[in-house]
């Protein structure tokens, strides 16, 4: 019994030893929920990732020792690959390879080298400290869609072209004149009838919803009363159901009007084509009626000709007459907008053979 004390006693002494190491070490916090194995040694090896030769960011510290850290990127912006010359939208995301290649003044440049994820291409996008930017270096093209801040009411923030002369005083201040003044006359009066629509709607919505809603009821009335209208239209005439009716106002009347006017046009133009070919008719019948009347007569009479001839001339000028005035009747019956039929050619005939 006194051996297994004994033995505990050793254990716990060479633990609290241990701790001890450890904690002077600067390890301390380590070793909570951490397996170390009995042969680590605190002051041979500093960290648990060095006793196991691996390094704190796992694989993506694989290159390393080539200055190269495995990162997540996403595109800047919209680029064409130079492989496979498919688009590629901006925001999509990569494994990308960083690495620091130069410096502007302090500022360190970095590089990322990315893979195509549709052929397995290679291109390379780097920062540009001078311009607060990314340039494509190789391996792909970018998308120009660069925002022009002057087209916008600005000026251009980033001016450093080298070449350019010194700042005009007078050019800034015209510059941001002008600003002031897209801002006092157009800005900021949009933004106060914003606010001022803005509160109107919000001051009181209970009233403002039963305007809304008495307004609603109102077209929804007029609306099924017209419905009820055009249905009853369609049942009487009997149009079709799927047949849309228009709206009576005063440009469908004046539509319709228009329409009527050239139909009744259309019409009286016809009815006179239809009397001035029944008058060609009746002028080609006149002679041939009146000349053989006339030889009936010179056989049976013996009277002079200058009698017979008047009674001859009589009956002719008689249907005339007659037709004359039946056509004169019909105009005055078609500008009424009437329906009556012209006289039958066949009458007329029969006629002058009864005279």
Known sequence: MSTVRTDLRAEITSLLDRHQQLAVSGNAMQGFNKYYPPDY????????????????LGDRARKIGEGILIVRFE??????????????????RYNAEKKKVGNYYSTPIYSFRCKCHLCSGWFEIQTDPKNTRYVVVS???????????EENGGFAVHETDPNQGPVD??????????????????????????????????????????????????????????????????????????LALSAEDDET?????????????????????KRRK???EVVSVMPRASSSRSSARSGQSSRPSSSSGSKTSDPVSALRAKILGNTAKQSISIGGISRSKPPDPKSARALVRRI
């Not at 040694?41 to 704190?56: I, M, Q, T, V």
């Not at 800047?76 to 901006?90: Q, S, Y």
């Not at 792909?140 to 869609?145: D, G, H, I, L």
């Not at 009347?253 to 009744?264: C, D, N």
Request: glycine share 6%; aromatic share 6%.
């Open 278 to 280: 029944l008058g060609a």
């Open 253 to 273: 009347r004046a539509k319709a009007k228009q329409e009527w006017e050239e139909g009744r046009q259309v019409l009286e133009e016809r009815e006179s084509a």
């Open 139 to 149: 391996g792909a093209r970018q998308k120009e869609e660069d925002w022009d801040p």
């Open 41 to 56: 040694d605190p002051e041979k090896h500093s960290s648990l990732n060095a006793y196991r030769g691996k390094h704190a």
């Open 169 to 242: 005083p007078l050019a800034a201040l015209e510059k941001s004149t002008d600003a002031q003044n897209h801002m006092n006359n157009v800005q900021v009066p949009r933004i106060e009838a914003l606010q001022n629509l803005a509160d109107h709607y919000s001051s009181d919505p209970y009233t403002h919803s039963l305007r809304v809603r008495r307004r609603f009821r109102e077209q929804k009335k007029i609306e099924k009363a017209r419905e009820e209208a055009d249905e009853s239209i369609k049942s009487v005439y009997g149009l079709p159901e799927a």
């Open 75 to 92: 595109l800047p912006f919209n680029i064409w690959c130079g492989t496979c010359n498919n688009h590629i939208g901006m925001g999509v």
